[in-house]
């Protein structure tokens, strides 16, 4: 009902309690009278699948969910004890089950209503916009359990660099405590090379829309780490503003892991590149050999026929001993390949130093200056006396190679020092005295950047046909073997000075361990002589005849065998090459043993077999090629005393 007030003519409305019913049932929400024992007195709407019987009497909490009766309890004594409106949330009745959110305000009334005993009770369906708070808090619960679970780094950026956000589950990997990095650019904190590369990604990803990805490295507290890094703009931001999430991993196990499996991969092929030079090694050997045999004893026939006061004696006696070098490196080689131990032995590193000269001078050019200190007292070194002259003869190459076409002096220096701790300049070399060998000349030198490498095998600064880069390498090797150390200093355009050094010898109680054998005169045996190169029969069958035996040589070793079953007792020993081409002299060996049992053979080869090969025939002499008339005399009068004598017919 409207009327008109008096004074003012103000308008009053004036309700009737039909008109209120009305109201408060269309209500947008359930609105119940409670008493204070929480018992339902009025209501004005109820769910559709309950009755109005089944409500009034009842009390509130009969119809929520087990999880709300305490709070709804609390709630409603609170408003009727402290007189004000109390706001609580509970799960009740919606659709005939209990899986609706309700938003309840509880109101005291007072006593213009008639009575101030009761609360009124407005409860709104909150239940989609409570489900949706609940899901939402469910997804941050699974993108922080996601992040916990991550161990990358994860940061958000604006197109400026700035961080905005960081997440870090391994807080050692950030080069600085987050709550540092938030709000300054990736310019402040991250090196330059590093920061580049993060604001290119970002950059890269602004203009393309899609992920970019980096890699990056960088020194966090304590390490070097590697990290891939992935950038993706973030969408739909409300100010326009784009800004970028990036996810950093560290990948330096795997880096490192590569890096090993690289290097593995190298040495993999630097050794099978080994490999290949010892099979090489081992298919010349033979006719290297033979070569050097043939030397050696024509060199030897040649002094038998010359006075020993000709001036050509020297020089086949320089002849002679380039030869045995030779012969030993052949050794070497082999050895090498086959992953075999050098024979030492007491060596004077100034005896060595003075022949290495001897070489050196006739093959210098004039131009080129070969200057030897060697005149301070050293004791001698326990080494391979022919792996020392190696490493001598390779450094002084080196020296000559760096001084190209101009001329220059190449030193040669020899000293001694002593060590009393770890050594600085010669790393791996503990306290002692030490033989040092310094080789030094006026070339080219190398920068910087190339000393740290020039021991690396098949590394060269010669040009294509220069060299292969095994020289240093396997001078580095052999200084290394023999318990010493290397060192090199070199200034581009002034020269270069490797310094080696190896441990002195004992010096107490050292005897010679040489013996001079003496060739012995034959009585006229007779020899059988087989070897597949024609040179080696026509100069090994002079020496032989020299010795005074009687030699018959055959170059295959069919025709030899042949002759031996037509006459097996011609012959007191047989001097069998091992390496032949259609036949080898194992074989020969045990043929002759078969027709033969008792006679004598001698094995000859720059190769020999091993001991087990030997037994199983078995042959009890073997000779080394090259070999000397007094070697060969030795062996022969050795093989001949281990046999019975035979009559020949």
Same mark, same amino acid.
């Given at each position: 009902?409207?009327?008109?007030?008096?004074?003012?003519?103000?308008?009053?409305?004036?309700?009737?309690?039909?008109?209120?019913?009305?109201?408060?049932?269309?209500?947008?929400?359930?609105?119940?009278?409670?008493?204070?024992?929480?018992?339902?007195?009025?209501?004005?709407?109820?769910?559709?699948?309950?009755?109005?019987?089944?409500?009034?009497?009842?009390?509130?909490?009969?119809?929520?969910?087990?999880?709300?009766?305490?709070?709804?309890?609390?709630?409603?004594?609170?408003?009727?004890?402290?007189?004000?409106?109390?706001?609580?949330?509970?799960?009740?009745?919606?659709?005939?089950?209990?899986?609706?959110?309700?938003?309840?305000?509880?109101?005291?009334?007072?006593?213009?209503?008639?009575?101030?005993?009761?609360?009124?009770?407005?409860?709104?369906?909150?239940?989609?916009?409570?489900?949706?708070?609940?899901?939402?808090?469910?997804?941050?619960?699974?993108?922080?359990?996601?992040?916990?679970?991550?161990?990358?780094?994860?940061?958000?950026?604006?197109?400026?660099?700035?961080?905005?956000?960081?997440?870090?589950?391994?807080?050692?990997?950030?080069?600085?405590?987050?709550?540092?990095?938030?709000?300054?650019?990736?310019?402040?904190?991250?090196?330059?090379?590093?920061?580049?590369?993060?604001?290119?990604?970002?950059?890269?990803?602004?203009?393309?829309?899609?992920?970019?990805?980096?890699?990056?490295?960088?020194?966090?507290?304590?390490?070097?780490?590697?990290?891939?890094?992935?950038?993706?703009?973030?969408?739909?931001?409300?100010?326009?503003?784009?800004?970028?999430?990036?996810?950093?991993?560290?990948?330096?196990?795997?880096?490192?892991?590569?890096?090993?499996?690289?290097?593995?991969?190298?040495?993999?092929?630097?050794? =099978?590149?080994?490999?290949?030079?010892? @099979?090489?090694? $081992? !298919?010349?050997?033979?006719?290297?050999?033979? *070569? +050097?045999? /043939? %030397?050696?004893?024509?060199?030897?026939?040649?002094?038998?026929?010359?006075?020993?006061?000709?001036?050509?004696?020297?020089?086949?006696?320089?002849?002679?001993?380039?030869?045995?070098?030779?012969?030993?490196?052949?050794?070497?080689?082999?050895?090498?390949?086959?992953? =075999?131990?050098?024979?030492?032995?007491? @060596?004077?590193? $100034? !005896?060595?130093?003075?022949?290495?000269?001897? *070489? +050196?001078? /006739? %093959?210098?050019?004039?131009?080129?200056?070969?200057?030897?200190?060697?005149?301070?007292?050293?004791?001698?070194?326990?080494?391979?006396?022919?792996?020392?002259?190696?490493?001598?003869?390779?450094?002084?190459?080196?020296?000559?190679?760096?001084?190209?076409?101009?001329?220059?002096?190449?030193?040669?220096?020899?000293?001694?020092?002593?060590?009393?701790?770890?050594?600085?300049?010669?790393?791996?070399?503990?306290?002692?005295?030490?033989?040092?060998?310094?080789?030094?000349?006026?070339?080219?030198?190398?920068?910087?950047?190339?000393?740290?490498?020039?021991?690396?095998?098949?590394?060269?600064?010669?040009?294509?046909?220069?060299?292969?880069?095994?020289?240093?390498?396997?001078?580095?090797?052999?200084?290394?073997?023999?318990?010493?150390?290397?060192?090199?200093?070199?200034?581009?355009?002034?020269?270069?000075?490797?310094?080696?050094?190896?441990?002195?010898?004992?010096?107490?109680?050292?005897?010679?361990?040489?013996?001079?054998?003496?060739?012995?005169?034959?009585?006229?045996?007779?020899?059988?002589?087989?070897?597949?190169?024609?040179?080696?029969?026509?100069?090994?069958?002079?020496?032989?005849?020299?010795?005074?035996?009687?030699?018959?040589?055959?170059?295959?070793?069919?025709?030899?065998?042949?002759?031996?079953?037509?006459?097996?007792?011609?012959?007191?020993?047989?001097?069998?090459?091992?390496?032949?081409?259609?036949?080898?002299?194992?074989?020969?060996?045990?043929?002759?043993?078969?027709?033969?049992?008792?006679?004598?053979?001698?094995?000859?080869?720059?190769?020999?077999?091993?001991?087990?090969?030997?037994?199983?025939?078995?042959?009890?002499?073997?000779?080394?090629?090259?070999?000397?008339?007094?070697?060969?005399?030795?062996?022969?009068?050795?093989?001949?005393?281990?046999?019975?004598?035979?009559?020949?017919?």
């Amino acid at each position: 009902m409207l009327r008109e007030g008096g004074k003012g003519g103000k308008m009053s409305f004036k309700l009737s309690e039909s008109q209120l019913r009305v109201l408060v049932a269309n209500l947008p929400f359930f609105t119940v009278l409670v008493d204070r024992e929480r018992r339902f007195i009025w209501v004005n709407r109820l769910d559709s699948t309950l009755a109005l019987d089944q409500v009034l009497g009842k009390r509130v909490e009969d119809f929520a969910h087990p999880d709300s009766r305490a709070e709804i309890i609390d709630c409603i004594e609170r408003a009727f004890r402290e007189g004000a409106p109390v706001y609580y949330e509970s799960r009740g009745y919606g659709a005939g089950e209990l899986n609706a959110w309700f938003g309840n305000r509880v109101i005291p009334l007072g006593s213009a209503l008639g009575s101030s005993e009761r609360v009124l009770i407005l409860a709104s369906d909150e239940t989609a916009r409570i489900s949706a708070e609940q899901r939402l808090r469910h997804s941050v619960d699974q993108l922080e359990a996601t992040l916990q679970a991550i161990p990358d780094l994860l940061f958000e950026m604006d197109a400026s660099g700035v961080y905005l956000e960081v997440h870090a589950r391994q807080p050692e990997l950030l080069v600085a405590p987050a709550a540092e990095i938030i709000g300054r650019n990736v310019r402040e904190v991250l090196p330059p090379a590093a920061a580049a590369v993060v604001l290119d990604a970002i950059g890269e990803a602004a203009v393309s829309g899609t992920s970019v990805g980096r890699t990056y490295d960088l020194v966090v507290p304590g390490s070097q780490r590697w990290f891939d890094l992935s950038v993706a703009r973030k969408p739909n931001q409300p100010d326009g503003a784009p800004t970028f999430i990036l996810l950093s991993r560290d990948v330096t196990a795997s880096k490192k892991a590569e890096e090993t499996l690289r290097e593995r991969d190298e040495k993999l092929r630097q050794a =099978q590149k080994l490999e290949a030079i010892g @099979t090489l090694a $081992r !298919g010349i050997a033979h006719d290297f050999n033979n *070569l +050097l045999a /043939a %030397i050696v004893a024509n060199v030897e026939l040649a002094r038998g026929e010359v006075d020993p006061a000709h001036p050509i004696v020297e020089s086949l006696d320089a002849v002679a001993v380039a030869s045995w070098r030779a012969r030993d490196l052949v050794h070497q080689i082999l050895a090498f390949s086959r992953n =075999q131990p050098t024979k030492r032995s007491l @060596t004077s590193v $100034r !005896g060595v130093i003075e022949e290495v000269a001897m *070489l +050196l001078r /006739a %093959i210098l050019p004039a131009n080129v200056q070969l200057v030897t200190d060697v005149t301070g007292h050293v004791n001698d070194v326990l080494a391979d006396a022919t792996q020392l002259h190696q490493v001598i003869m390779n450094l002084a190459t080196n020296a000559r190679q760096a001084l190209g076409r101009d001329a220059g002096k190449i030193t040669i220096q020899l000293d001694a020092v002593t060590i009393d701790e770890v050594a600085p300049y010669a790393p791996g070399l503990g306290s002692g005295r030490y033989v040092r060998i310094q080789v030094s000349d006026p070339g080219k030198g190398m920068d910087a950047d190339t000393i740290p490498r020039i021991f690396d095998p098949f590394f060269t600064t010669k040009g294509i046909g220069g060299g292969i880069g095994l020289g240093l390498a396997v001078v580095h090797g052999i200084v290394a073997d023999h318990g010493g150390a290397m060192t090199v200093s070199s200034v581009v355009d002034q020269g270069t000075t490797f310094v080696v050094y190896l441990p002195e010898a004992a010096t107490e109680g050292r005897t010679s361990t040489a013996q001079r054998l003496v060739a012995r005169r034959s009585a006229g045996q007779r020899v059988l002589l087989i070897d597949d190169e024609d040179a080696l029969v026509h100069v090994a069958k002079r020496l032989i005849q020299r010795l005074g035996y009687e030699v018959t040589g055959y170059v295959h070793a069919a025709d030899a065998l042949e002759a031996f079953r037509a006459h097996p007792g011609d012959f007191d020993v047989a001097l069998v090459d091992q390496n032949m081409p259609s036949m080898s002299g194992m074989d020969v060996a045990r043929e002759l043993r078969r027709l033969r049992p008792e006679l004598p053979i001698v094995l000859v080869s720059g190769n020999l077999a091993t001991a087990e090969e030997l037994a199983a025939v078995p042959i009890r002499h073997c000779l080394e090629k090259p070999f000397t008339g007094e070697r060969l005399s030795a062996v022969l009068a050795s093989a001949l005393r281990s046999q019975p004598t035979v009559s020949r017919p």
